[in-house]
């Protein structure tokens, strides 16, 4: 079976999206409290984008690490 190749981010671009998506869930949260639909709209999308960024790779070496444990145990 070929080895898969995934993408992980480096430290550095993972702290700077999460801090994107702390800034995008403050938006969010001002927008409920405060009002203003633009300002919810812009945080719901930078929240969105840094979730993803970061989650699906990291989910993705977590499924793969799984499956090559499952392998090595059988």
Do not use: C
């Amino acid at each position: 079976m070929k080895p898969r190749k995934i993408f992980l981010p480096p430290i550095w671009l993972a702290v700077v999206l999460s801090f994107l998506g702390i800034f995008g869930m403050n938006l969010v949260y001002e927008s409920f409290t405060k009002g203003g639909l633009l300002e919810g709209a812009i945080g719901a999308i930078l929240l969105v984008v840094s979730v993803v960024a970061v989650g699906t790779p990291l989910a993705m070496a977590r499924m793969i690490r799984k499956e090559h444990r499952d392998r090595q145990k059988a």
